[in-house]
């Protein structure tokens, strides 16, 4: 689906998308977010190598290099159209990708069709489900149990309504070191 210049922004923000993300590029986004870095610093290396490797960072999140994606693009026409050796790009992406802690699916550097495969929601009863599954299972897409899926994974697959639970149960816990099968078995 193409997105026209007056189409509302797919990135959600309700701006049209020539005032959204078509003035502001992934690779842009991405240059802004390494110059604020302070494990990064533009100054040091050649600026064709850093632009390369942004470049090459942008591709890996959003699967171009991928042969069987739609978009396919071989890390090999990204070396030879800036003229650079593949190990050094691959090397500088990695840092890049390493120390700003970028991940699939990053709400602000992928392709929106491809951060929705990385949303998660959270159930009522505390499950962390794919929001592709939502309808599937009989859920409504409720922004306020929308999971970041990067999030989520730092600290662990339980939900904090999860954990509320756990801790309540440890909380009230029964005193279970013998259990009985009736309860005249049970000694007072």
């Known amino acids: 689906m193409k997105v026209g210049r007056n189409d509302p922004c797919p990135c959600g923000s309700g701006k049209r ?9 992934y690779a842009l986004r991405l240059c802004d977010m390494v110059s604020q870095s302070e494990e990064l610093s533009l100054a040091q290396g050649k600026k064709e190598i850093w632009a390369v490797g942004i470049v090459y960072a942008i591709a890996q ?6 042969p069987e994606g739609d978009d396919y693009l071989s890390s090999d026409e990204i070396i030879s159209f800036f003229q650079t050796k593949k190990s050094t790009v691959s090397s500088k992406a990695r840092r890049i990708r390493q120390s700003l802690d970028l991940y699939h699916g990053h709400r ?3 392709r929106p069709e491809i951060a929705r495969m990385f949303e998660f929601y ?3 009863e505390g499950f962390v ?3 592709s599954m ?6 409504e897409a409720d922004e ?4 970041d899926q990067h999030e989520s994974a730092s600290r662990g697959i339980a939900s904090d309504r999860t954990r509320e639970k756990i801790k309540t149960s440890r909380k009230n816990k029964v005193d279970d070191k013998q259990l009985f099968l009736f309860e005249e078995d049970k000694v007072e």
Do not use: S
């Not at 999140?61 to 991928?66: A, M, R, S, T, V």
């Not at 939502?134 to 859920?139: A, D, N, R, V, Y």
């Open 17 to 25: 998308y020539k005032k959204c993300c078509l003035n502001e590029g």
């Open 61 to 66: 999140l959003n699967f171009l290099f991928d």
């Open 108 to 110: 602000d550097l992928c």
């Open 122 to 124: 959270e159930t009522e």
């Open 129 to 131: 489900i794919p929001a």
């Open 134 to 139: 939502l309808k599937e299972l009989g859920h």
């Open 144 to 147: 306020g149990k929308l999971v």
